[in-house]
């Protein structure tokens, strides 16, 4: 069996925050976070946004890694589903499946 540790899975390009829209106009794909309001805007809306609230931090997508969304979603896809208390960090080549370390020792030897 051939295992190759896995660093993270965002370093994979998940392109999940697509699956979002914007929290004030409800149609397009954020682009933006402002870390103070908690919120995703498009383009047109963050500059609606920037107007009324200058101080407030706004982060694009260069900088998801302050998105709280894919900070949950980054948690919820690296856990493991059949161990919770465990974090992904293999991948098994023979069964083309991520693992624990836990699944490793009782499924993938």
């Given amino acids: 069996m051939d295992f190759k540790l896995e660093s993270s899975l965002a370093e994979k390009g998940s392109e999940t925050i697509w699956d979002y829209t914007c929290t004030a106009c409800q ?10 309001c ?3 805007f498009c383009d047109s809306c963050v500059n609606l946004h920037n107007q009324l609230y200058k101080t407030h931090p706004v982060f694009g997508r260069a900088r998801m890694e302050k998105w709280p969304i ?6 919820m896809l690296e ?9 992904i960090k293999l991948f ?3 069964h ?4 624990c370390h836990i699944c490793v020792l009782l499924h993938h030897r």
């Fill in 27 to 36: 149609a397009l794909e954020p682009q933006f976070h402002c870390e103070e």
């Fill in 70 to 75: 894919v900070k949950s979603t980054l948690n």
């Fill in 38 to 40: 908690c919120k995703c």
């Fill in 79 to 87: 856990q493991c589903g059949e161990h919770s208390d465990e974090k």
């Fill in 92 to 94: 098994c080549e023979d």
């Fill in 96 to 99: 083309s499946r991520l693992c």
